[in-house]
């Protein structure tokens, strides 16, 4: 056995392996079971024992060196193919990572504030929970007014301290039933000519449907001056529809009765779910979002009662405005075409994540 010629056979072929697969395949025909070395191993019992102990240890020492070198050069190739494995296609489009987004009745509201911002509106904001002053006297409600009944009312137990000034017309608290005392509450503080819109939470002791929840949105507006008209207010309400909704949806005042407005309106928009047929054609059944009316109620507005502006403070006659009050949540409806009000608060994820 000419074991120098076999070592410089091994050195050569583990040396030019050029891929993984052909090392694996050099050391097999070598070490592996049917390996040459393996070979010359099993014949060292047919030798004597001096020639035994001799050739053993020459080929245990040719053993590991294969060995060795074969996890040199596993290594090297290991690394080689590694590098040329590494190849990134950048046109794979990237991992999304889920996020949160916000709720569609925010984007409404940030949305409009921002038309009426564009309009000259600044915002201001008041608590939902309200007294008894603010939600309905200073708004000409006085007790026993049969319009407090026209918004059925979340009664809160417990009251103000009374014998605070400030607290002295107060009475009952309650949850505010519309954004209208932000009204009260701004002009107290402020002197016009102003424009404000005031959004928020309200809430009514009601029974819901389609069109109603007992917790909504609403977006309130107030514009006072010295001359603002009526013809003021319809044009600051048809650019805003305009502005949110694009050309084709048409608006209609009818006239209406709210104690703290007068002349009083309420304002409805062409239905954008049946396009204003009062029924749907695509799901040949009858409109449920507009009650197959073709329009629906958007909001109440009119000119600012005297009583109002004397409750907050100012001189009977020195002002004249308008005010509005808009259900957001009937805006967002419309908008993406929600037929039933009741999902916007479901918190059902097949409908937020469309958002
Ligand atoms: C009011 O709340 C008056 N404060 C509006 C107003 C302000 C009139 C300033 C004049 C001057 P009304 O109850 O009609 O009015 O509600 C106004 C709008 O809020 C409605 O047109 C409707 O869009 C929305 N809304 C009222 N009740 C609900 C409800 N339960 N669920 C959802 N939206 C409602």
Redesign the pocket.
């Known amino acids: 056995m000419d074991l120098d010629s076999l070592e410089q056979e091994v050195t050569s072929a583990l040396s030019h392996a050029s891929s993984l697969d052909k090392l694996e395949e050099v050391f097999r025909a070598y070490l592996g079971r049917k390996g040459k070395i393996t070979f010359h191993l099993r014949e060292l019992s047919h030798l004597s024992p001096n020639e035994r102990v001799k050739q053993g240890k020459a080929l245990n020492n040719l053993r590991d060196k294969i060995k060795e070198l074969y996890e040199e050069q596993k290594l090297k190739l290991q690394k080689q193919e590694g590098e040329e494995g590494e190849w990134t296609d950048v046109t794979v489009p990237g991992k999304r990572l889920p996020t949160g987004h916000m709720h569609p009745l925010s984007r409404i509201q940030m949305q409009a504030q921002e038309i009426f911002h564009g309009m000259g509106f600044a915002v201001a904001h008041g608590p939902e929970i309200e007294t008894e002053w603010y939600n309905f006297d200073a ?1 000409n409600m006085p007790v026993d007014h049969p319009a407090r009944d ?2 059925d009312t979340f009664w809160l137990k417990g009251e103000l301290d009374k014998q605070k000034p400030e607290n002295k017309k107060s009475g009952r608290l309650l949850l505010r ?4 005392p932000v ?1 009260v509450r701004y002009m107290e503080k402020n002197t016009p000519p102003f424009r404000i819109i005031a959004p928020g939470r ?1 809430f ?1 002791h ?1 029974a ?1 449907d389609a ?8 977006l ?3 514009m006072v001056g010295k001359d603002v008209s009526v013809t003021n207010m319809k044009a600051v309400l048809e650019e805003f529809f305009r502005l949110f909704f694009g050309e084709g949806v048409t608006a209609r005042l009818r006239p ?1 009765y ?1 104690p ?2 007068e002349p ?4 409805d928009m062409s239905c954008v779910i049946c396009k204003g047929r009062g029924y749907v054609l695509s799901e040949s059944k009858h409109c449920s979002t507009c009650g197959q009316a073709g329009w ?7 000119m ?1 009662h005297q009583n109002v502006f004397t409750a907050a403070g100012y001189k009977q006659g020195d002002w004249q405005g ?10 967002a409806m419309m908008k993406y075409q929600i037929h039933d ?1 009741r999902l916007l608060y479901s918190g059902d994820l097949s409908l937020l994540d469309q958002f």
Do not use: W
């Open positions: 708004l026209m918004q039933t519309h954004t209208s009204q309200a009514r009601e819901t069109r109603h929840d007992a917790n909504m949105h609403q309130e507006g107030l209406s709210f703290f407005v009083g309106f309420e304002v629906i109620e958007m909001m109440g507005a009119g600012v308008f005010a509005f009050g808009m259900g957001l949540d009937r805006l009000i």
